[in-house]
């Protein structure tokens, strides 16, 4: 018996290790994959000999109604990806729309991140029953296997919806009720940012619909298979519930959106490799590459975390005239992001100017502005996360007039945040610093200290 004990533990211990090496120290190896994908900065500066439109989605509630819209409003095909879809009011209402859809003959394809479907976090048996619509496919990335580890840090962190590959909506919304309504029961309302690009035609919507098909066909996403005999009746009379209650005309919504859009001179998009392990960073790289020409940043990010081989990427950048803006620390609900924060918290302070947001709902943006003309939305956030692991897409307006906008839209965050200096007290402002547990700040300086060793993984 105790030899058999002593079996059992020592085989214990050796998965632990195995999960640990290969799950986790290989990303502590600053090595690179190498790809062939590299984009030319200078073409995204070059005014498009198209017609192009950019139009920016700030507002929770018309986010979400201009997505049943963009559904709506599909006549042969919808593809979605996102990084997680939570159970909720709006994911049973999107996917009533997406059924109303598929009954109209629309085929739509979806794929999600296969870690978080996959570890009894969500409802998967809603994703099961979309599933078994004969006109829906849906595809998981990067299940879990045990027989490769080293896979679990690699997400797919996307979040794109293509209508009929002439509609391309991107940002940093999942699909959850914090994104979209006030009276969220599982979570704080949150604030995000999508930009819904379209042409006569748009290369950028090409390039975004191109880079599905390769996401959604790769050998790391494998096809949900569903055997079971769904009833959407209460998808289907949620989202007819739904648009009868709001007085919604989905119709009207998407002439808003041609009445309203920026004629902009030019849109790029850009994505990252679908390797595992450390990949190159190609959207970063592309972004640093094209902010050597500037001296004036906003940068919007939910997390700000420097691993070493940012630091290095960032050196060329000046920061002189660069403004930070981010979560408060402490009310932040991403707690290992935050323990990264912390540590760079008062370079940062130091060489930019940062802010931080002092109001209770949290900051998901992901916004980058560079002089007067280039503006970044996307789902990349500043960390070593988005940087070299997950899959990234941005896309790249070129634009004064655009730009403007988009000032004047992160402005209003700013008028509720407060600068940090270098001793990282608040310099006053017009509003009050808000008020935080100090139980969650124990916390964050407890797990600064934790995950000490682990930046390349925040």
Do not use: C
């Not at 519930?241 to 030019?266: C, G, I, P, R, W």
């Not at 949290?362 to 956030?381: A, E, F, P, Q, R």
């Amino acid at each position: 018996m105790k030899s058999l004990f002593l079996w059992i533990i020592t085989i214990a211990y050796a998965f632990i290790a195995y999960l640990f090496i290969f799950g986790v120290f290989v990303f502590l190896i600053d090595v690179q994959v190498p790809t062939e994908l590299e984009y030319d900065s200078a073409l995204f500066k070059t005014p498009s000999a198209d017609t192009q439109y950019a139009y920016l989605v700030e507002a929770r509630q018309y986010a979400f109604d201009l997505r049943l819209a963009l559904i709506h409003h599909a006549e042969e095909t919808i593809d979605i990806s996102y990084y997680a879809v939570h159970e909720g009011r709006s994911r049973d209402i999107f996917f009533g729309a997406l059924l109303d859809a598929a009954d109209r003959g629309v085929f739509i394809r979806f794929i999600v991140d296969g870690f978080i479907e996959g570890r009894g976090f969500n409802d998967s048996s809603a994703m099961k029953a979309l599933a078994s619509h004969p006109n829906i496919t849906i595809a998981n990335y990067e299940i879990f296997d045990l027989r490769a580890p080293y896979a679990v840090q690699n997400r797919l962190h996307d979040k794109l919806i293509i209508v009929d590959a002439q509609y391309g909506l991107i940002g940093g919304r999942n699909i959850g009720d914090r994104y979209y309504f006030d009276d969220s029961d599982l979570a704080s309302p949150t604030h995000d940012r999508d930009v819904l690009i379209f042409g006569h035609p748009s290369v950028a919507v090409k390039d975004m619909s191109d880079y599905y098909d390769y996401l959604f066909n790769h050998p790391y996403s494998s096809i949900l298979t569903s055997d079971v005999t769904a009833d959407f009746t209460p998808f289907t009379s949620l989202y007819n519930q739904y648009l009868s209650e709001s007085n919604l005309v989905l119709t009207t919504t998407m002439d808003a959106v041609h009445d309203n859009a920026f004629k902009v001179d030019n849109v790029s998009f850009i994505r990252s490799p679908l390797d595992r392990f450390n990949k190159t960073p190609v959207v970063f790289n592309t972004l640093i590459e094209l902010a050597l020409d500037y001296d004036d940043f906003i940068v919007q990010s939910p997390y700000i975390i420097l691993s070493q081989p940012m630091r290095e990427m960032f050196k060329e950048i000046r920061y002189e005239r660069m403004v930070l803006l981010t979560n408060h620390p402490y009310t932040n609900p991403n707690i290992f992001a935050v323990s990264g924060y912390l540590r760079v918290r008062q370079d940062l302070a130091t060489q930019t100017t940062l802010f931080e947001y002092q109001k209770p709902l949290s900051l998901h943006t992901k916004t980058i502005i560079m002089g007067d003309d280039i503006s970044v939305i996307g789902s990349i956030n500043i960390d070593p996360r988005s940087v070299f692991l997950s899959t990234e897409s941005v896309v790249i307006i070129y634009d004064k007039a655009f730009n403007a906008h988009m000032r004047e839209t992160i402005e209003t965050y700013l008028q509720d945040s407060l600068q940090v200096d270098q001793d990282l007290e608040y310099i006053e402002g017009s509003i009050e610093p808000i008020q935080y547990s100090n139980s969650r700040r124990l916390l964050a300086h407890l797990f600064k200290y934790l995950t000490y060793f682990f930046d390349q993984m925040l």
